[in-house]
């Protein structure tokens, strides 16, 4: 047993120093990462639906309706096609998720609150948020430093730089964009021997990361939608049983705490209100 532990945290050692040392970003994996976006935000500018859930055949919207109101969150893994055919990506991966929530009691502007109040993002957001903090604001404009820390089987730090513009289209709904401008992988996070990585040169853990929010008054609260779309390394031969679970199910589960973490917080503040 114990020449077994000892081989498997060898094997583990080596592969996770193999892959962050090959992972380099290329510029033809930007470009189609690019192109992926362009189409992708193509589609949602002609949405006939401002939110997902209204897309859908009535009988399963009504469903669907219904579980958002009882407190589900609601994910869909969604792939942009041009003309049919899917969009390939050399070198990396894009990982595209929409999750949808229900915040009853609610408003937009309570949920415009929450979501720009980013110097407190790490205390909110927290373990995924590790630092946060507001660089600039320009009206509806912000340039956001946002630390992630990502978690499964391996740890890894990266400090990000976001450009976010929120957009009012009336009374009860709004939207956001969200885009990384700049994504190092750190080293030894946390320590004296802390550093950054070159960016585009670390383990390709983390690219891009780019998120789409909608948010509606209606029913009786608000719905909060976020739609993300973010760019990883490929995953090399032999090494899928460790780096593929990360960089496919991190996007996910990230999405998923950012919605359900909201839709508490925003629960409490509602409570606290009355």
């Not at 049919?84 to 050399?90: S, T, Y």
């Not at 507001?134 to 391996?154: A, E, H, N, P, Q």
Request: charged share 25%.
């Amino acid at each position: 047993m114990r020449l077994r532990n000892l081989l498997t945290a060898t094997i583990i050692a080596t592969v996770v120093a193999a892959p962050a040392a090959g992972a380099d970003l290329q510029p033809r994996t930007v470009a189609a990462f690019d192109r992926y976006v362009r189409a992708s935000e193509q589609r949602m500018d002609g949405d006939g639906s401002f939110l997902w859930v209204d897309g859908l055949p009535a009988d399963r919207k009504q469903t669907t309706l219904g579980e958002l109101r009882r407190g589900e969150l609601l994910f869909e893994r969604l792939t942009t096609r041009e003309r049919g055919k899917e969009i390939e990506v050399p070198d990396g991966l894009v990982h595209h998720w929409l999750g949808l929530v229900f915040v009853p009691g609610a408003t937009v502007d309570q949920a415009l609150a929450l979501l720009q109040d980013y110097d407190r993002h790490a205390e909110i957001y927290r373990p995924a948020v590790a630092r946060s903090r507001l660089l600039s604001r320009d009206g509806d404009g912000f340039r956001v430093y946002l630390r992630f820390t990502m978690k499964k089987v391996i740890t890894v730090v990266v400090n990000t730089e976001n450009e976010a513009r929120f957009t009012r289209l009336g009374p009860g709904s709004a939207q956001s964009r969200i885009y990384s401008t700049r994504i190092a992988e750190v080293d030894e996070a946390d320590t004296p021997r802390e550093r950054e990585k070159p960016v585009g040169r670390d383990g390709g853990y983390l690219w891009r990361l780019y998120t789409y929010w909608r948010f509606l008054e209606r029913d009786g609260g608000t719905y909060v939608q976020c739609e993300s779309i973010s760019l990883t390394r490929g995953i090399p031969l032999g090494f899928g049983w460790l780096i593929g679970p990360f960089v496919t199910s991190i996007p996910r589960e990230t999405l998923a705490f950012t919605l359900e973490t909201t839709r508490a917080t925003l629960a409490r503040r509602v409570d606290t209100a009355r």
